[in-house]
């Protein structure tokens, strides 16, 4: 037995004036949103879950009640360490916030959350599961940044304000594996993303170009919702095969871990393709 912790990041947000909108109270899913939050859910709907956990924010509720939908009986609990990074850009317009900047850097309260702030409280809602949920399965709905510095983490990163500005988190409506054999043992790390490509340019009732709480990087770069890794642990697992049918991934080792191929934008890059965060 092993227990099986799937971290599973919103679906789009309506955000129609393109804004950073970090922490800030109803940001519900868009349409888009609520098709790719039906379909993870209907993905998991044979996953053996105990438990659901979600971050408080509505878009996060809102993709773990359709999740729930098909675990009729099964708690859903919000917790707060799964919100999204507090920053004081948030409300800000994406167009004013400066290119290359690093909301974990460019703080602009005292108490806006850097890198370290995030993982703290990441690993701590994991010691939390593993000792809650040992040999059962758990899905947490949780945020971009947060999502990606963890599976950096557990993948052997060093995570730095400017390693998450490449496009490494999980794309909306996908889900990052850490599978514990034992709760001491390393996590297999696996990312398994059933979501379409998505589209260069939104709808009215979308997202623009970016979202979420992480600014774009310095130098454009082209993405989409399956673009290639661009770290170095998951580099080494971007030729393990894709998962189109199933939940258990096969996952490729780096770093004495396992490796997630990850997609989509945690500090998404500049340019009109670039891929959401949030």
Same mark, same amino acid.
């Given at each position: 037995?092993?227990?099986?912790?799937?971290?599973?990041?919103?679906?789009?947000?309506?955000?129609?004036?393109?804004?950073?909108?970090?922490?800030?109270?109803?940001?519900?899913?868009?349409?888009?949103?609520?098709?790719?939050?039906?379909?993870?859910?209907?993905?998991?709907?044979? /996953?053996?879950?105990?438990?659901?956990?979600?971050?408080?924010?509505?878009?996060?509720?809102?993709?773990?009640?359709?999740?729930?939908?098909?675990?009729?009986?099964?708690?859903?609990?919000?917790?707060?360490?799964?919100?999204?990074?507090?920053?004081?850009?948030?409300?800000?317009?994406?167009?004013?916030?400066?290119?290359?900047?690093?909301?974990?850097?460019?703080?602009?309260?005292?108490?806006?959350?850097?890198?370290?702030?995030?993982?703290?409280?990441?690993?701590?809602?994991?010691?939390?599961?593993?000792?809650?949920?040992?040999?059962?399965?758990?899905?947490?709905?949780?945020?971009?940044?947060?999502?990606?510095?963890?599976?950096?983490?557990?993948?052997?990163?060093?995570?730095?304000?400017?390693?998450?500005?490449?496009?490494?988190?999980?794309?909306?409506?996908?889900?990052?594996?850490?599978?514990?054999?034992?709760?001491?043992?390393?996590?297999?790390?696996?990312?398994?993303?059933?979501?379409?490509?998505?589209?260069?340019?939104?709808?009215?009732?979308? /997202?623009?170009?970016?979202?979420?709480?992480?600014?774009?990087?310095?130098?454009?770069?082209?993405?989409?919702?399956?673009?290639?890794?661009?770290?170095?642990?998951?580099?080494?697992?971007?030729?393990?095969?894709?998962?189109?049918?199933?939940?258990?991934?096969?996952?490729?080792?780096?770093?004495?871990?396992?490796?997630?191929?990850?997609?989509?934008?945690?500090?998404?890059?500049?340019?009109?393709?670039?891929?959401?965060?949030?």
């Amino acid at each position: 037995m092993s227990t099986r912790l799937l971290f599973v990041r919103h679906a789009e947000v309506h955000n129609p004036r393109n804004v950073v909108y970090g922490r800030l109270p109803r940001f519900r899913l868009s349409a888009r949103g609520r098709e790719q939050a039906q379909l993870i859910a209907e993905c998991l709907a044979d /996953e053996p879950v105990a438990a659901i956990y979600t971050s408080p924010l509505l878009r996060a509720r809102q993709t773990a009640l359709a999740i729930a939908a098909f675990h009729p009986g099964v708690p859903v609990r919000r917790n707060a360490l799964l919100a999204e990074i507090r920053t004081g850009w948030q409300g800000t317009p994406n167009k004013e916030v400066p290119k290359g900047t690093s909301f974990y850097v460019d703080r602009k309260h005292p108490d806006d959350e850097v890198v370290e702030d995030v993982l703290a409280r990441q690993q701590r809602l994991v010691r939390l599961l593993l000792r809650r949920h040992r040999d059962q399965a758990v899905v947490c709905v949780g945020h971009a940044d947060p999502i990606a510095v963890l599976t950096l983490w557990a993948g052997g990163e060093t995570v730095t304000p400017k390693l998450l500005q490449e496009p490494l988190a999980p794309a909306r409506g996908a889900v990052v594996i850490f599978e514990y054999p034992t709760p001491d043992a390393l996590p297999i790390l696996s990312y398994w993303n059933p979501q379409p490509p998505e589209p260069e340019k939104h709808s009215a009732d979308g /997202e623009a170009a970016y979202d979420g709480t992480s600014a774009p990087a310095a130098d454009a770069a082209p993405a989409d919702g399956n673009a290639a890794p661009a770290d170095a642990a998951a580099a080494a697992a971007a030729s393990a095969p894709a998962t189109t049918g199933a939940v258990s991934a096969d996952p490729t080792r780096a770093n004495g871990h396992a490796a997630a191929p990850l997609t989509g934008g945690a500090n998404a890059p500049a340019g009109p393709a670039a891929t959401p965060t949030g």
